[in-house]
Every structure is written in C-alpha cells, then in structure tokens.
C-alpha cells in the first residue's frame, strides 16, 4: 500500500486531497502547523487507521519514519489577506518548506508534488495564460511575497530533479472554490458568500471589470490526482477557462443566495492582475483532464456548505 504525505493537508486543498489519496486506498500523512489549516476540515479522517496528522512547521527539518512513495507540498498562506498578514511565514514556507520537503523526498525516493499557482503570472502580458509563459511579476510589490515565493519553489524543484533526480510534478492551480473554504478567507468567492448570505453589503474591488477563472474543488482534485500520477515533470495548468469578471461573480452569488445585497465599490488593491485564464491544452492532451463542474453548481455546491458555517457561527456567537 502506496503511503503519501501532504503538507499543508488540513487546508482548503490539502484537505481534500487527504481525502480523496485515501479513497485511492493510499496511507496519508497529513503535516500541518495549522497556521492557516484548520483541524474542522480533517476531523472526518481521525478514525480512520489510512490516516496520520503531525502538527509541524515544515520549515524545519521533516522526519517520518518508514516507506513514502508521495510527497505533496501544499504547505502555504494563499490567499492575499493571509499572504499581507504573514508575508515572513509565506516566504518562508516557499524556500525553506520546499527545500525541507524536497529534502524528504530525495531521502525517501518519493515522487513530489509542488502546488504552485497561477500566480507566477502575476498581471499577465499574455493572454490566456500558457505554461510557457515566463510571467509580469513585481517582486518588491505586497503581492510579491507569495509570488516569488511560489516562482523560487519552481525553481527549486526542478533543480532537485536536475540534480539529484527527483521525480518532480508543478502544478499551476487556478482560483479554486468549494467547501472547506474559511469565510474570513478574503478571496473573492467566500468573501461573496459571507456578505451575500447576511444581507451585507458586497464588495468589489476596482470597478469589477478585472476577469477570473474559477474551477470547482472536485475538478481540481481530479487534475492534481492525474498530475502525480503522469509522468509530466514540467509545470501544467489546472484551472477552468471559462472566464467571469468579478463583478459578475458577485452577481451570480446574490441572484442564487437570493440575497438583498447590493454591490459596493473600493480600490483596487496593488498589483492585482487584470486578467486570469488558463491554457490548459497541456492539460487535456497529456493528462486526458478537463473540468467538469458547471460553474452554477459548484457555487450552490459551495453555498450549502457556508449557510451551515454562517449558521454554526452565529450559534457560537450566541453562547458566549
């Protein structure tokens, strides 16, 4: 039986891979310092014996013991309330993490897994965005923190399969959604869902015309499965190229929620990329993936899941 290791594992991502490398019947260990994880979102896997959480900061050294076959590097801030708050730790995680989970990996003849996103693009001069695609990044900017960090974890990883033969996998993750999503998360879609669902006020950044393209969890699990399991060591897009402006997002989530919000507007913040989409021929032709999720069902999938946690939230406020 085939064992991996995610760090990161009780994150948004992270969570459901545990999820979904233990229904491939694989053992998981899940590293997490819980920075920015949370233990709600992997609680469901703590009786099952497939399944091993250490609470670890794996910007120090990494040991576990026994065989590993997978190492999944998840470990990371990623959205930009968290990246602005912890710019050091996301720096940090993106250096010293991926050298120390690298590091494991190359002692343990495992294959590696980079989760590095659709922000080494930064404000693309390139649209859609192709792997190819060397990217517009400002390095000093507030953005640049996770940024380049993301881009020297690239850089890192395929130097440990030049150098010392790794089997490295990158995948590149568009603006994933889904359940498991923190509602204090700052993102877009979360951040809609908070407002929308209590009748606040919904706010929209520049004046929303910026474009995103938002995948569904269970579409990015999928591609992310068939990445480590190819034999793909360069860098591959998992995203969905249907494109949506974000005002458009933030209506498609009061016209379902049937909420009386209205939208508000604020400045954009620095650096913030105008345009997102992926290329993902790469994607289709090797990995035989693409998604398929429509967008309106992943967000009422999504919606289900955050009318519960505004529910237990407000339940919790109530006690106290």
Known sequence: MATAVITGGSGFLGSHLCDRLINEGMNVICIDNLLTGSLDNIEHLFGNN???????????????????DYI???ASP?????YHQLPIQTLKVGSLGTHKALGLAKEKGARFLLASTSEVYGDPLEHPQKESYWGNVNPIGPRGVYDEAKRFAEALTMAYQRYHNVSTRIV??????GPRMRLNDGRAIPEFFSQALNNEPITVFGDGMQTRSFIYIDDEVEGIFRLLMSDENEPVNIGNPEEITVKQMAEEIIRITNSKSKII???LPVDDPKVRQPDITKAKNILKWSPKVARIEGLKRTMEYFKIKIKDKSLNNSKD
């Open 50 to 68: 497939k399944f091993h959480f250490i609470n670890h900061d794996v910007t120090n050294f990494i040991h576990v013991p026994g065989k590993i």
């Open 72 to 74: 999944l590097h998840f």
């Open 78 to 82: 990623a959205s930009p309330l968290d």
């Open 172 to 177: 590149r993750i568009f603006n994933t959604f």
């Open 265 to 267: 507007y604020k400045d």
